[in-house]
Every structure is written in C-alpha cells, then in structure tokens.
C-alpha cells in the first residue's frame, strides 16, 4: 500500500496549487481519503476528507470555502485544490486512506495508512 503525496511547492499568499495523492497497491474505490498538515512546532491537523464514493466531504473551518477535495478513482488518485493561499497554509500536507469508506471525519486515527508529505510555503 502506498500513497504518494505531490504538488506543493512556494507559492504567494493569494496563489493556488494543486495537490495530488496518487494509490497504489489497493483498490481506491474502497477507501476514503483524508488531508492533513502538520506545521512547525505544531501538532498534525485534519484539512479535508472524501468519502469512497466521493459523496460525502468534510473541510476544516479554516479551509472552507478555499479548498476542494475530489477524487477520481480510475486514476487511483485523490486531488486538494488550494485557492486564496494564505501565509498560516505553510505546512506539511499529508495524505491517508480509510477502510471506513463513507466516513468522512477529520481524525487521524481512523486512517490506517499514510503517505510521504509534500511541502506548502506561501509567502506574504
């Protein structure tokens, strides 16, 4: 099983990036897929999640309205689309899979693997 988080890079507050978390070794239609981001000196927070389906998604307060989640499984690969950066975005954002397919919470403890983080810096 594996997940590999790309896309982030520097980017000017007000920018946009998109971020991908390409599956492989199991079948993505079974899983849901969560988003989080872990800055410096900070503990790891949930950013978005979609169910299996691609139905049912959930987004951070602090995201909403900024962020998209959405997923196309014949890719095997689950997309966050980040508009209006800001500066408190810099982190590093992670991607995870859940067997709980419809369950869309932002709580690491119900995904059961990770990937490798890519790195977000938006500058002032």
């Known amino acids: 099983v594996q997940l590999q988080a790309s896309g982030g890079g520097l980017v000017q507050a007000g920018g946009s990036l998109r971020l991908s978390c390409e599956c492989s070794?199991?079948?993505?239609?079974?899983?849901?897929i969560g988003w989080f981001r872990q800055a410096p000196g900070k503990e790891r927070e949930g950013v978005s999640c979609?169910?299996?389906?691609?139905?049912?998604?959930a987004y951070a307060d602090s995201v909403r309205g900024r962020f998209t989640i959405s997923r196309d499984n014949a890719k095997n690969t689950v997309y966050l689309h980040m508009n209006s950066l800001k500066p408190e975005d810099t982190a590093v954002y992670y991607c995870?899979?859940?067997?709980?397919?419809?369950?869309?919470?932002?709580?690491?403890?119900?995904?059961?693997?990770w990937g490798q983080g890519t790195q977000v810096t938006v500058s002032s």
């Open positions: 979609i169910s299996s389906s691609g139905i049912n998604t």
């Open positions: 995870a899979a859940s067997v709980w397919a419809e369950l869309v919470v932002l709580t690491s403890g119900v995904y059961d693997y």
């Open positions: 070794g199991f079948t993505l239609d079974y899983y849901a």
